[in-house]
């Protein structure tokens, strides 16, 4: 099926375990991103990633890491899960950096305890 | 830290009102701004934009009026209906040296329309 896919869509997990996160798309865009929404903080970018193997930190990186190795991929990875890493995660791709919007995948629901 | 302010944080409308959202802005690296609406478990999907050539944008129910020299932009949804229940997001470029261009999102308002 033709766009952007995230999973799973719920997750549980402990403290201290990693946990990886997959967004795939399947329009060939060449920018992908990975946002946090929280109640009250909106949507904010960890991660974005211009072109495979070119990845850059957003305005909220820390614990996370992010890879590129093919276009159409860009899975985001939580190397040590704490509890202020509970959110819901959204994958974004465009064919620009943002002039002409972003399509969203559904979403990842991550729970820390 | 750039930021793009929204409010209100959550509106109640009857059934036929116009809800008006409004975002303010700082500086952006190029002129466009988007909205998105949001269903519950849904990611947010592109709504209508604006580039400030013009003042105002118009598609179907929604509207979207500029400011420039304010440096605000508003949503307005004419004859609401409770299909328009959600969560609306404005957006602005950035323009911070790593992340220039890239969208920074309001807060969110959620809307509640009343049958």
């Known amino acids: 099926d033709a766009g952007i896919t995230q999973s799973p869509r719920y997750k549980i997990t402990e403290t201290g375990r990693q946990v990886t996160l997959m967004c795939h798309q399947t329009w060939s865009h060449s920018y992908m991103f990975w946002y946090r929404q929280d109640l009250g903080h909106g949507l904010r970018l960890i991660y974005y990633?211009?072109?495979?193997?070119?990845?850059d930190k957003g305005e909220v990186p820390d614990g996370y890491v992010v890879s590129r190795s093919k276009t159409e991929n860009f899975p985001l990875t939580l190397e040590s899960a704490t509890r202020s890493q509970t959110s819901v995660y959204f994958c974004?791709?465009?064919?620009?950096?943002?002039?002409?919007?972003?399509?969203f995948g559904s979403g990842t629901r991550l729970t820390v305890v | 830290q750039q930021q793009v302010k929204q409010s209100p944080q959550s509106l109640i409308v009857q059934k036929g009102g116009i809800p008006i959202i409004n975002c303010a802005y700082e500086?952006?690296?190029?002129?466009?701004f988007p909205w998105y609406q949001q269903f519950p478990g849904k990611g947010p999907a592109l709504l209508i934009a604006i580039r400030p050539d013009v003042s105002e944008k118009k598609e179907g129910r929604f509207t979207i009026s500029f400011n420039k020299s304010a440096k605000q932009f508003s949503l307005h949804i004419m004859d609401s209906q409770p299909g328009d229940s959600a969560t609306y997001f404005c957006a602005a470029p950035r323009t911070s040296s790593s992340n220039t261009g890239k969208l920074i999102f309001g807060q969110g308002t959620t809307l509640q329309v009343k049958p």
């Open positions: 974004a791709s465009s064919l620009t950096g943002g002039q002409y919007g972003y399509t």
């Open positions: 500086n952006t690296a190029f002129d466009y």
């Open positions: 990633s211009a072109a495979a193997d070119i990845t």
